[in-house]
T-cell receptor, first 116, second 115 residues
Framework: GAVVSQHPSRVICKSGTSVKIECRSLDFQATTMFWYRQFPKKSLMLMATSNEGSKATYEQGVEKDKFLINHASLTLSTLTVTSAHPEDSSFYIC????????????FGPGTRLTVL | AQSVSQHNHHVILSEAASLELGCNYS??????LFWYVQYPGQHLQLLLK??????LVKGIKGFEAEFIKSKFSFNLRKPSVQWSDTAEYFC?????????????FGSGTQLTVLP
C-alpha cells in the first residue's frame, strides 16, 4: 500500500512554455501532498504543501505565480511550472500523506524537467 | 530554522562490513525522525521512523536507528551490509509532530557497497 505515482517521469520543454506534472496517490487518500525540488548532489528542498481543496502553502523563496499547485482531489495534485526557464531544470518530487497526524510521507518517483 | 546534518557524504564499504550513518538535528523540542533510502533509479522509500517510545527503532531490510535525545542524533546502523544496500540515504526530521509539514531533509549519504 501507499503508492504514489508521478507523470511524466521525464519532460523536455522549450524556454517560455509551461509544464504540468501530476502526482497521484494510487491506493490511499492523501489529505496533504508536498512538492520538493532536488538539485544534483543535494538534498530535497520543500517547495510547497497543499491540502485538498485549499490553497497551497509555499516555502520562503518559492514563487507561487511560477509554480502553480492544485490539489483538487484526495488523490491528485498538480504542479505547473509556468514560463519555464533553463534554471527551472531540476528533479521534482511529490509526496503524499494520509493525514496531518501520522507524519509519514510517501514519495513519488520524481519528474526530471529539462528546459532548453 | 531546523537543520539536519549528515556528515558522511559518501561511504564505501565492503560486503559484510558494519554500517553507521550519522544524523544530527538542531531543534530542541519534540521531533519525529525518519530515514529514507533512494536506490539507483528509484524513488524515496521509508526505511524507519521514530515518533515516541523505545529510542531504538527497527526498520526494513535489517536497518535500525537509535534516537539519542541528549545528542540530537538519530544514527542509522546495519550490522552487515550487502551489495544491494548501495543507495543514497536521507535523514529527515519533523519538528512539528501532529502536522504533516516541516519535514526537513539532510543532504544525504551515498553508500557504496563493494562486492
Amino acid at each position: 500500500g501507499a503508492v504514489v505515482s508521478q507523470h511524466p517521469s521525464r519532460v523536455i520543454c522549450k524556454s517560455g512554455t509551461s509544464v504540468k506534472i501530476e502526482c497521484r496517490s494510487l491506493d490511499f487518500q492523501a489529505t496533504t501532498m508536498f512538492w520538493y525540488r532536488q538539485f544534483p548532489k543535494k538534498s530535497l528542498m520543500l517547495m510547497a504543501t497543499s491540502n485538498e481543496g485549499s490553497k497551497a502553502t509555499y516555502e520562503q523563496g518559492v514563487e507561487k505565480d511560477k509554480f502553480l499547485i492544485n490539489h483538487a482531489s484526495l488523490t491528485l495534485s498538480t504542479l505547473t511550472v509556468t514560463s519555464a526557464h533553463p534554471e527551472d531544470s531540476s528533479f521534482y518530487i511529490c509526496s503524499a500523506s494520509r493525514d496531518g497526524r501520522t507524519d509519514t510521507q510517501y514519495f513519488g518517483p520524481g519528474t526530471r524537467l529539462t528546459v532548453l | 530554522a531546523q537543520s539536519v546534518s549528515q556528515h558522511n557524504h559518501h561511504v564505501i564499504l565492503s560486503e559484510a562490513a558494519s554500517l553507521e550513518l550519522g544524523c544530527n538535528y538542531s531543534y530542541g523540542g519534540t521531533v519525529n525522525l525518519f530515514w529514507y533510502v533512494q536506490y539507483p533509479g528509484q524513488h524515496l522509500q521509508l526505511l524507519l521512523k521514530y515518533f515516541s517510545g523505545d529510542p531504538l527503532v527497527k526498520g526494513i531490510k535489517g536497518f535500525e536507528a537509535e534516537f539519542i535525545k541528549s545528542k540530537f542524533s538519530f544514527n542509522l546502523r546495519k550490522p552487515s551490509v550487502q551489495w544491494s544496500d548501495t543507495a543514497e540515504y536521507f535523514c529527515a526530521v519533523n519538528e512539528n509532530p501532529g502536522s504533516a509539514r516541516q519535514l526537513t531533509f539532510g543532504s544525504g549519504t551515498q553508500l557504496t557497497v563493494l562486492p
